[in-house]
């Protein structure tokens, strides 16, 4: 026997589909699997790929990560939409906080890029990766409390909650304990700091690369 949250109950009483509505309901625990993966792991693991030992490629390796996590998410974000829709809750904060975290995320390649081949040239950190740590490092956050936000609107069980608390916690403990163990080992002056690495460039020798998130 399906049960339905408090606002698919509703939007039942409102358009009278149970058939209908038992898909929504199949859609909404899809959009909640998918952002929960894209948010909770995806993004996060992608962001560790570029403190991986160096290797030829690793730039590489993280771009095409975090491009399946915002893929992932991007299937999410068109489920979420339809159900905001059909349930009338377009206005509430967790889709517009989705929205608008998936927007900006579309620029973090660019910003990326964009710092990549200035970096080729001048070999030192710019605007464009701190704006692309920062930025992502924003977002991912921004999307976990939402995942969370997201729960309460579905209407999702108690047990429910803690399980996405713990995953989401337990990764971004780990994430940020990374991030401030690399800081601190290089330090803030040194190797590019938090956003240096070294990667192999077209000869044999090593050249320092950027680390973003």
Do not use: C
Not at 58 to 74: E, M, N, P
Not at 111 to 116: F, K, S
């Amino acid at each position: 026997m399906e049960t339905f949250s408090p606002a698919e109950t509703a939007a039942l009483a409102k358009y009278g589909d149970g058939e209908s509505h038992a898909f929504k309901h199949k859609s909404i625990v899809a959009h909640g699997i998918l952002m929960g993966l894209a948010f909770a792991i995806f993004f996060p693991l992608g962001a560790l790929t570029i403190r991986l030992p160096s290797f030829r490629g690793l730039i590489w390796v993280h771009a095409g990560a975090q491009i399946f996590a915002y893929a992932t998410a991007l299937a999410a974000l068109g489920l979420g939409v339809w159900i905001a829709l059909f349930t009338d809750q377009l206005n509430a904060a967790h889709p517009i906080i989705g929205i608008v975290v998936i927007g900006l995320l579309f620029f973090q390649p660019v910003l990326g890029l964009i710092h990549h081949y200035i970096y080729i040239k001048e070999h030192k950190r710019t605007f464009w990766i701190r704006s692309h740590v920062w930025l992502g490092r924003t977002l991912l956050i921004l999307g976990m409390i939402n995942g969370g936000l997201g729960l309460q609107l579905s209407g999702n069980t108690i047990k429910g909650e803690i399980a996405y608390g713990v995953i989401a916690g337990v990764i971004g403990v780990f994430y940020i304990g990374v991030v401030l163990f690399v800081y601190l080992k290089r330090g803030s002056g040194k190797d590019g700091g938090e956003t240096g690495e070294k990667i192999a460039s077209g000869s044999e020798n090593s050249r320092e690369e950027m680390n973003k998130v």
